[in-house]
């Protein structure tokens, strides 16, 4: 789960991260009301959404007076912002983060995420912070520093030391480097986060931090214990699909092919996709019925993947442990007679009642392809998406 720079940085704050005055504005007029408050003759008008590289897209832009705060709330606000981190149509700004300008002597770059292969929390840190960092990883790597920590051993203070000289400071900034490391650190396991990304991390002309950016994602299986996170999402800046499928307590994940997939199980789900892509398919979705799927489930997960304008076939891969195969044919069945099935459709089915789910598909009058092994199925989806074309 994701959140906005404003809300990150209220996070952070708690934890004694170093950040400017701001305030939301939904309006232009809200705009000129928060710089205002903040008060001085530079601000920073920012869009909140949830994707990076606003900046190169136009939205983030100084002001130094109350009119090009609110010219610039103008011209972002309803615009549509088209970054790497978001699909051609790009984004809807509905609300800006109006902030408090500063002098800026360095731009430094820090996150800390998790390292799922080494099982550690990775800390990434780089004297080339900025909107350009992402180059920077790619063609100058030894400019970008990461320090891995174990949960078990914890963050020492020569890690931090470590890290505040990598990054060539020294004296007093030096040693709130440190202190906003481990700031940083323990935000990020209070929170459950996956990930903390501050960029830039800006020295002033003074020497002091401030984080001048703010990106926090957090581990969606960790946000029943953190309620106070869970009311922080946005549900406009996520794909109204997914936002659809979680009410109905399905997992579901938006792909770019032509063959919608129905599975139970994550694992089960990823051998899915991977065998469609084997034999020359594109997989249009992820979706995870859960292991105890009802028919009326079923329905709405054919109704997401039909949803989707794309979906040339559906493959529906299930294997009935604590859900009965028979349960999942009928409920096949009544969707596809539901919504007016009009794409070919796939039916692998293993494990508890199989026969008597077959008997049901079989019998239901409709123009249901079985497969009992999931490379035959596999194959036979690609092949009737293919004649479908």
């Not at 710089?35 to 001085?40: E, R, V, Y």
Request: charged share 25%; hydrophobic share 45%; net charge negative.
């Amino acid at each position: 789960m994701n959140i906005h720079e404003y809300q990150a940085k209220n996070l952070l704050k708690v934890f004694h991260i170093p950040v400017l005055p701001g305030f939301i504005a939904y309006t232009p007029e809200e705009a000129v009301t928060a710089a205002q408050k903040i008060g001085g003759s530079l601000w920073v008008v920012k869009a909140q959404i949830h994707a990076g590289g606003r900046g190169k897209a136009g939205g983030v832009k100084l002001a130094r007076s109350l009119d090009e705060v609110k010219s610039h709330a103008k011209d972002i606000l309803g615009k549509f912002l088209v970054t790497p981190q978001t699909d051609t149509q790009g984004k809807e700004v509905h609300k800006i983060y109006v902030e408090a300008g500063c002098p800026i002597q360095k731009e430094l770059y820090l996150s800390l995420l998790v390292d799922r292969k080494a099982k550690k929390i990775a800390i990434v840190a780089s004297t080339e912070g900025g909107m350009d960092i992402e180059e920077v990883a790619e063609k100058t790597p030894e400019k970008v520093l990461t320090l891995l920590v174990s949960p078990s051993g914890g963050l020492c203070s020569y890690h931090l030391r470590h890290i505040a000289q990598k990054l060539g400071l020294t004296g007093v900034t030096a040693k709130e480097m440190e202190r906003f490391i481990k700031n940083a650190y323990d935000a990020f396991l209070a929170y459950d986060a996956s990930l903390i990304e501050i960029n830039p991390l800006v020295v002033t002309q003074d020497g002091d931090l401030f984080a001048l950016d703010a990106k926090m994602s957090f581990d969606a299986n960790a946000l029943f214990r953190q309620e106070s996170i869970q009311d922080l999402r946005d549900v406009t800046e996520e794909n109204p699909k997914e936002v659809e499928a979680r009410e109905h307590d399905l997992n579901y994940i938006k792909l770019d092919g032509t063959i919608g997939c129905m599975v139970n199980g994550a694992g089960l789900a990823m051998a899915t996709l991977d065998i469609i892509k084997h034999y020359g398919g594109e997989p249009a979705n992820f979706l995870d019925v859960g292991g105890g799927a009802t028919a009326q489930k079923v329905t709405e997960a054919f109704k997401l993947i039909l949803s989707d304008t794309n979906v040339k076939g559906i493959l529906v891969n299930i294997f009935g442990g604590i859900m009965k195969c028979d349960v999942i044919a009928q409920g096949i069945i009544e969707a596809a007679k539901e919504v007016k099935l009009h794409v070919p459709l796939v039916v692998r089915l293993q494990g508890t009642r199989v026969e008597i789910g077959k008997e049901l598909l079989a019998k239901s009058g409709l123009p249901i392809i079985t497969a009992d092994m999931l490379d035959d199925a596999a194959q036979k989806i690609v092949a009737a998406t293919r004649e479908k074309n």
